[in-house]
């Protein structure tokens, strides 16, 4: 089952980002001062794609014996057309996002947030479905 990522942002009061989680993926929630429109959209595309080759542990199963390192790295410049990038590990997990996209609080609360659950969920085999376009 492919699950899908969702980002929503939210005015009022400072809050750390947290994530909610639904049936069929989850809701990454930031206050808007550490996400911008642009980034929440670049945020929910890469953790949907990579929610391919990771699944929450069944019902049941022990949560995994180490957590994995998980990193975001805001850099001031990117290759041209690049917003973020994932070097996704079983080891170690990194974004690389251009840093006009989320803040340095926002970036290191949610990489901790991540990281907190990481022991729940495990690697799965990647499965790509292409289909044909609509005429």
Same mark, same amino acid.
């Given at each position: 089952?492919?699950?899908?990522?969702?980002?929503?942002?939210?005015?009022?009061?400072?809050?750390?980002?947290?994530?909610?989680?639904?049936?069929?993926?989850?809701?990454?929630?930031?206050?808007?001062?550490?996400?911008?429109?642009?980034?929440?959209?670049?945020?929910?595309?890469?953790?949907?794609?990579? %929610?391919?080759?990771?699944?929450? !542990?069944?019902?049941?199963?022990? /949560?995994?014996?180490? =957590?994995?390192? #998980? $990193?975001?790295?805001?850099?001031?410049?990117?290759?041209?057309?690049?917003?973020?990038?994932?070097?996704?590990?079983?080891?170690?997990?990194?974004?690389?996002?251009?840093?006009?996209?989320?803040?340095?609080?926002?970036?290191?609360?949610? %990489?901790?947030?991540?990281?907190? !659950?990481?022991?729940?969920?495990? /690697?799965?085999?990647? =499965?790509?479905? #292409? $289909?044909?376009?609509?005429?």
């Amino acid at each position: 089952m492919q699950l899908f990522m969702r980002v929503e942002r939210r005015e009022g009061e400072y809050f750390e980002p947290y994530i909610n989680d639904h049936d069929d993926g989850c809701t990454f929630v930031f206050h808007d001062d550490d996400i911008t429109e642009e980034g929440a959209e670049y945020w929910a595309q890469v953790t949907s794609e990579q %929610a391919l080759r990771w699944a929450p !542990r069944p019902p049941g199963k022990a /949560r995994g014996e180490t =957590r994995i390192p #998980i $990193r975001i790295d805001l850099k001031a410049r990117m290759e041209e057309g690049v917003f973020i990038l994932l070097d996704d590990y079983p080891h170690a997990i990194t974004y690389t996002m251009d840093a006009r996209l989320m803040s340095e609080r926002g970036a290191a609360s949610i %990489a901790r947030t991540l990281e907190d !659950r990481s022991q729940d969920w495990e /690697r799965v085999p990647a =499965r790509y479905v #292409i $289909r044909a376009k609509a005429v």
